[in-house]
């Protein structure tokens, strides 16, 4: 699958293989790509090329990395617009309530972005991208 020796660099080529598995349904949304160790041994590459293989798959926007648990699988359906109505907007990550588990389903594990403003919260699953946007102005 990999091709040491050809003209595409092997974290490309690595990145490529990954996706491909995320978009066949083999590496599933919410759930850990396999770790840099898996894919060391795996592919038989450094782990710095993984790593280079995870960021390029960051910016395709396939997965989101939490720190000290891993890469995971992004759920494209989880982009959203948040209309930013102040001047003042807070974003925070915790883990879910089991109230926030339910209605998102996710487990205890997966962390929650909270959008707040205004005195209200927003809460999303981590992998969600979340873009922000200013109110049009009255005149």
Known sequence: MIDH?????????????????IT???LRPRRPIPSEAQLV???????????KAVAILRDRGLVYTVPARGSFVRDAGHDVVVTMDTDEITV?????????QAQLAIGPDDPVVVVYQQGRA???PV?????????????
């Open 5 to 21: 020796d050809g003209d595409t660099h092997v974290y490309v080529q690595l990145a490529d293989v990954i996706a491909e598995r």
């Open 24 to 26: 066949s349904g083999a």
């Open 41 to 51: 041994q795996e592919f038989g590459v450094a782990r710095e090329t993984v790593r």
């Open 92 to 100: 925070t990550c915790r883990p879910p309530t089991e109230a926030e």
């Open 122 to 124: 927003e809460v999303y």
């Open 127 to 139: 992998d969600t991208v979340i873009r922000i946007k200013r109110a049009p102005q009255a005149e």
